[in-house]
């Protein structure tokens, strides 16, 4: 298969507490995103602001530190042909009010910041989130 990938999933503290993740997990099997490996934590404020250090200089980063340690996550290795696009396809926009019909965040999310998944954005940080929670 050319282009296979994988990439970081997780499922926020909102999704995890409505008991989302299996819906959210049928949605990446139906589209060819097989889970390889996938754990569920409640990872602290310290762990949050190290996984989204390239969000330092954003305003809204105290409160995202805050919000990914407020409850159990779930995360996961996706693994399937373009996988990084794949899941940010699946995943929609940002903003759940901005994310097409169809996509989890339209299905699922809250609001922007309780958007209910987490994706990698490139091959680069694929690898390093990946390596953050599944480092052997
Ligand atoms: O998650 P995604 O890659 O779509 O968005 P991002 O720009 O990398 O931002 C990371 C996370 O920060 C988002 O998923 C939101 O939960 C949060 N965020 C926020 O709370 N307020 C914003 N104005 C932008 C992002
Ligand atoms: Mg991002």
Redesign the pocket.
């Known amino acids: 298969m050319s282009n296979l990938e994988r990439t970081l999933s997780i499922i926020k503290p909102d999704a995890v507490e409505r008991n989302l993740s299996e819906n959210i997990k049928s949605i990446f099997s139906k589209n060819n995103l097989s889970v390889l490996d996938s754990k569920k934590l409640h990872i602290s404020k310290d762990e949050a602001a190290e996984f989204?250090k390239v969000?330092q200089s954003?305003p809204?980063y105290d409160?995202?530190c805050s919000?990914l340690s407020s409850g159990p996550i779930e995360v996961m290795i996706l693994e399937g042909k373009n996988a990084i696009t794949k899941n940010r396809e699946l995943?929609g926009a940002?903003d759940p009010k901005n994310a097409k019909e169809g996509t989890i965040r339209k299905l699922y999310g809250i609001s922007?910041?309780k958007?209910s998944v987490?994706?990698s954005?490139s091959p680069d940080n694929a690898k390093a989130e990946i390596n953050f929670f599944f480092r052997k």
């Open positions: 989204y969000h954003k809204f409160q995202l919000y995943m940002t922007i910041d958007n987490h994706g954005d």
